[in-house]
């Protein structure tokens, strides 16, 4: 498959976390394909419509994504990469806006969660929850509120033409997001890969133990 061929599925608007991750796996200029929902992503790349998907499914600071792990054993995809991105939070405002005026910051509940420091010092400023966080800048410049800000990435300003006024206010900078890549094609390694395994037990003393031995008694 040619470069020019390929078509990344991610969930959220222009200028998500996930889109980033998509053009730092494959390249800036890969073509990719927003989704409303990670099912929706799922059922873009298992039917044909996108040639991979981006899956978020762990975060060093809020932990796994169950929902992405439930939807990779639902669905019929292989995992072909995975990439790691740190996560910079940025205060976004409309063209001119100045802290003092801010009164509401719009962004996903998990974003607004990851910056709670550095909103507690916007006085008299209330956290909305929003779906996305891009999608929370996307909504900014549509509505044009002059009391409003947003919390998502630099390119989701660059994005929707909105300014940065504070960069870089999550509570831990060491914020990290790991992505899957998965498509419905497996590849062939070509050296020492990962291996992703989902077994069952039966509820049992020692069940877990027995399991993991016969990796660890071969030194994987």
Do not use: W
């Amino acid at each position: 498959m040619s470069a020019s061929d390929i078509v990344v599925a991610f969930q959220g608007e222009m200028g998500a976390f996930s889109e980033m991750a998509a053009r730092a796996y494959f390249h800036e200029a890969v073509a990719v394909a927003p989704k409303s929902s990670f099912s929706e992503l799922f059922e873009a790349v298992e039917g044909g419509a996108c040639t991979h998907g981006m899956v978020p499914v762990e975060n060093s600071l809020a932990g796994s994504i169950h929902e992405n792990y439930d939807l990779l054993l639902k669905h019929d995809l292989q995992i072909v990469g995975e990439i790691k991105l740190r996560i910079v939070h940025n205060l976004i405002v409309n063209p001119g806006i100045r802290l003092e005026q801010i009164r509401k910051v719009y962004s996903h509940p998990q974003a607004l969660a990851q910056c709670s420091a550095f909103l507690r010092t916007l006085e008299g400023a209330k956290p909305v929850v929003d779906y996305d966080t891009a999608g929370a800048a996307k909504r900014l410049k549509e509505t044009g509120e002059p009391e409003a800000a947003a919390v998502a990435s630099a390119q989701a300003a660059i994005d929707y033409g909105l300014e940065v006024l504070r960069a870089g206010i999550e509570n831990n900078h060491q914020n990290y997001t790991r992505f899957l890549v998965v498509a419905r094609e497996g590849i062939q390694p070509e050296g020492p890969s990962k291996t992703s395994i989902v077994f069952a037990l039966k509820s049992v003393p020692g069940a877990l133990f027995k399991s993991l031995s016969v990796f660890a008694l071969r030194d994987i």
